[in-house]
């Protein structure tokens, strides 16, 4: 991890208990990091030491549903306003009236809507792998209608994927997700998304059996009925974020993506992407594609490090 020690803190934020890794000085620039599915404040450990050597102050929580953070048994508790709610909410338990943010994943969509609901707090984002795609015409439900291999609605029914899940230890369900080099998450039909994943049969070359044994552990301790109910409130969210249809992102932001992530290789993200569709709704835009896959923050630490630090570096002299 660096140097610097991480600190373990938890606060009482927004009705619940948030889990926070901390690194770097307390008075530095603060930079608020995001994780995504399936995944903890230890995605960002690389960018936490990197961040701290360089004076800021990096700040990762573990979500709710996460870790060591409050686990909430009802799905309507795991809205996008709830999320961000509980963002809003320490970043005010620490007086930090403006932050730079970085969102990987799940953790990125987050990020875009901190962006929509509070821009007044941001000074700039870096977000990984998933592009804000504006507001559609219709719920995620209606739009995959007769996908029922596709993941995101094999994680629509209550305990379904949790009971699939269950058939494999925890750390072979996390490496299964974390082997993805597939183009489309996608089972074949009558089979669970879980079964289809491979997990890869050498280790992954960016995480130790020692880290994907810390992971483990929090996932046994807190379950995945947590996490997989973020994709049980897509719909709901989109009901919820009607008014900010049409809406633009209006914070700098830099985009970074693996070139064979599998959010960029489906759903025609590519081409949005590259298209000027994404700059048409984030206007104060950079893309970088970079060599990798989907967990790009760990597989390619370095290269990713030096993308953050480059683009935050343009900033500090705007700390509030």
């Not at 219709?138 to 007769?146: C, K, P, T, V």
């Not at 880290?211 to 409130?233: D, H, V, W």
């Not at 949005?272 to 923050?297: D, R, T, W």
Request: glycine share 8%; hydrophobic share 45%; proline share 7%.
């Amino acid at each position: 991890m660096g140097g610097e020690v991480v600190r373990h803190w938890n606060a009482d934020v927004n009705g619940i208990s948030l889990h926070v890794a901390e690194q770097g000085p307390a008075d530095g620039p603060p930079v608020l990091l995001i994780h995504g599915f399936p995944e903890l404040w230890l995605s960002w450990r690389h960018q936490m030491a990197a961040l701290a050597a360089r004076g800021f102050r990096a700040l990762a929580p573990d979500l709710r549903g996460y870790g060591d953070s409050t686990v909430p048994d009802d799905p309507a508790a795991y809205t996008v306003f709830h999320i961000v709610g509980d963002l809003v909410a320490l970043l005010d338990h620490l007086a930090l009236p403006k932050v730079m943010v970085v969102g990987h994943d799940l953790g990125a969509q987050v990020a875009w809507h901190l962006c929509l609901f509070r821009p007044d707090m941001l000074l700039a984002v870096v977000n990984l792998g998933v592009p804000f795609f504006p507001r559609g015409p219709s719920s995620l439900s209606e739009a995959f209608a007769g996908r029922d291999g596709l993941y995101i609605m094999q994680f629509q029914e209550p305990g379904r994927a949790e009971r699939a899940f269950a058939r494999y230890d925890v750390a072979t369900v996390l490496k299964k997700f974390f082997s993805i080099e597939i183009d489309d998450l996608t089972a074949p039909p009558g089979v669970e998304i879980i079964d289809f994943l491979e997990a890869r049969s050498t280790p992954l070359p960016w995480i130790s059996e020692e880290e994907l044994g810390q992971y483990a552990e929090k996932f046994q301790k807190s379950g995945f009925t947590g996490p997989i109910n973020y994709y049980r409130m897509m719909d709901t969210n989109w009901r919820l974020t009607a008014p900010w249809q049409n809406a633009k992102i209006m914070v700098p932001t830099k985009f970074i993506c693996g070139d064979k992530d599998t959010g960029l290789k489906s759903f025609g993200t590519e081409h949005f992407v590259k298209s000027g569709a994404f700059k048409s709704v984030v206007p104060n835009l950079e893309v970088v594609i970079i060599e990798g896959h989907h967990f790009i923050q760990q597989e390619q630490a370095e290269r990713v490090n030096s993308e953050i630090l480059s683009y935050f570096d343009k900033f500090t002299g705007e700390k509030a």
